[in-house]
């Protein structure tokens, strides 16, 4: 697919700069740059202006409860973007259960960064930052939700350090080096004719359809998991599979693989305990269902790559 990296989330060229990882003196170096920014990350929350990522400067306050030396995340056209996560700092007041939500309404502001801005849901605004600033909440998201969540060793159980600029963790015990993860989704745009294939969770919001997705297993190759998670989620046979785009979707570590499939068979039986609903939905409906005409039918979220691949399957821009 020519513009497969429009995607929300899609690289927008960041250099990562990965070669100074294991250079603590270039990145202490860079760090002291009156130009370096950094971002502050709270419990997976992004901080925003209006204008897109607030950042602060090394040392700032707002970094005091940050869980040691910020991460290079990389560079902006030389400008050094590190990461922070801040997550140790407590406010007055936390709404705990409100993280479980599917999308989080938390907002919370720090004390220590202008009054304006405010830690939000990165997918609440992951449509309005620049690309580039989405790639950098996507990475620092994803990576330190990875070190939040993988603090032990998997071989021995010893606690583990982060390392390599905070990009890998050690085992201090067996010197195992643990890598951040990233989960392999397939999600796809299975056709039939003029018709595509839409399924909704029974936990999404009310009338809201996607395309089908499924988490790839231990020794399945792309195209096997999508023939499999269609027949399983919807009782449709799959024949050639194609790739289309990914998507890094950091919540917490998945890539969705987005694939274009075509149908065999036209009846569809659903497997209520992995989805609620199925259904062949036309062109002609899918203008009325992006459009928010269809009564019945709410299009998937702006910026998720299911409907980044429907409009490009109604445009007719797959190639
Ligand atoms: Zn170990």
């Excluded at 497969?4 to 690289?11: D, M």
């Amino acid at each position: 697919m020519r513009d497969a990296e429009a995607v929300t989330f899609g690289s927008a060229g960041l250099d990562r700069a990965s070669g100074l990882r294991a250079k603590p003196e270039a990145l202490a170096a860079l760090l002291k740059r009156p130009d370096a920014r950094v971002l502050p990350m709270w419990q997976g929350l992004v901080p925003v202006v209006d204008a897109g990522l607030a950042t602060v400067s090394p040392g700032h306050p707002a970094l005091a409860d940050a869980a040691g030396t910020p991460t290079l995340l990389g560079l902006d056209d030389g400008v050094p973007w590190f990461g922070a996560d801040i997550s140790a700092w407590t406010p007055d007041i936390a709404d705990a259960a409100a993280n479980a939500a599917f999308l989080d309404p938390r907002e919370q502001r720090h004390p220590a960064l202008p009054a304006e801005s405010r830690f939000v849901e990165l997918r609440a605004v992951m449509t309005r930052l620049t690309r580039r600033e989405a790639e950098i909440a996507a990475t620092a998201r994803a990576l330190f939700g990875w070190h939040a969540t993988h603090g032990f060793c998997p071989r021995c159980g010893h606690a583990s350090e982060p390392a390599m600029g905070g990009w890998i963790r050690r085992c201090p015990n067996c010197r195992a080096e643990l890598y951040p993860r990233t989960d392999p989704v397939v999600i796809m745009l299975i056709t039939r004719g003029d018709r595509v294939l839409l399924g909704r969770s029974a936990a999404w919001p009310q009338g809201m359809y996607s395309l089908l997705a499924g988490f790839i297993e231990p020794g399945e190759t792309v195209e096997a998991a999508v023939r499999r998670e269609v027949l399983e989620e919807a009782g449709v046979r799959v024949g050639a599979v194609n790739y289309l785009a990914s998507q890094p979707w950091p919540f917490p570590a998945s890539l969705m693989i987005g694939c274009r499939g075509e149908a065999l068979s036209d009846a569809i039986e659903i497997d209520p305990a992995e989805i609620e609903d199925a259904r062949w939905v036309s062109r002609q409906e899918m203008v009325d269902v992006l459009s928010g005409a269809n009564p019945a039918i709410r299009p998937a979220r702006e910026g998720a790559i299911a409907h980044f691949l429907i409009q490009r399957w109604m445009e007719d821009r797959l190639d």
